[in-house]
């Protein structure tokens, strides 16, 4: 599995850092949805679910935390912890976030709107689903 981070161009001088994010240019989709996580209590892990169609940019712009991707035969930990790296999170890969840092602040860029009929939540179903895509696309 080719996990795919991005590099964001932090603009820098010596009032500090900031970093600019346009869609098409620096995320590779049209931005339809942005979200974030914060507060994240101790312990806790998310997510435990895949999309059908949606993809996402996540960027820890403050703090730190992992996230494990499967694919239904692979799995990788992606770790986060810098505001200028985003981990590119396609359709059809089952993702769960943990080890959140107590400041951690997780963004996500998303490249449709809310809609929970794009969530596959049973990771059963998950295989299936991921299956019948192979098989779909030869
Ligand atoms: C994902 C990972 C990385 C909304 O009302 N609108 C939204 O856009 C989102 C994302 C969530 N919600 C509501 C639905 C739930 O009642 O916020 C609550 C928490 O959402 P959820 O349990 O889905 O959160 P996570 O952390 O498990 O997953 C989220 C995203 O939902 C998901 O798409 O890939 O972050």
């Given at each position: 599995?080719?996990?795919?981070?991005?590099?964001?161009?932090?603009?820098?001088?010596?009032?500090?850092?900031?970093?600019?994010?346009?869609?098409?240019?620096?995320?590779?989709?049209?931005?339809?949805?942005?979200?974030?996580?914060?507060?994240?209590?101790?312990?806790?892990?998310r997510g435990f679910h895949a999309h059908?169609?949606?993809?996402q940019?996540l960027?820890?712009?403050?703090?730190?935390?992992?996230v494990l991707l499967d694919n239904?035969?692979?799995?990788?930990?992606v770790?986060?912890?810098?505001?200028?790296?985003?981990l590119?999170i396609s359709?059809?890969m089952w993702r769960e976030m943990?080890?959140?840092?107590?400041?951690?602040?997780?963004?996500?860029?998303?490249?449709?709107?809310?809609?929970?009929?794009?969530?596959?939540?049973?990771?059963?179903?998950?295989?299936?689903?991921?299956?019948?895509?192979?098989?779909?696309?030869?």
């Open positions: 599995m080719q996990v795919v981070k991005y590099m964001f161009q932090p603009h820098g001088d010596e009032r500090g850092q900031l970093v600019a994010l346009e869609e098409y240019k620096d995320i590779p989709f049209e931005i339809k949805r942005v979200y974030y996580m914060y507060d994240t209590a101790n312990g806790v892990h059908r169609s949606l993809e940019i960027v820890c712009i403050h703090g730190s935390c992992k239904g035969r692979e799995k990788k930990v770790p986060l912890e810098k505001p200028y790296e985003g590119y359709n059809n943990y080890d959140f840092s107590p400041d951690a602040v997780l963004l996500v860029f998303a490249s449709q709107l809310y809609d929970e009929s794009d969530y596959i939540r049973n990771y059963d179903e998950f295989l299936k689903f991921t299956e019948e895509e192979e098989q779909k696309n030869g």
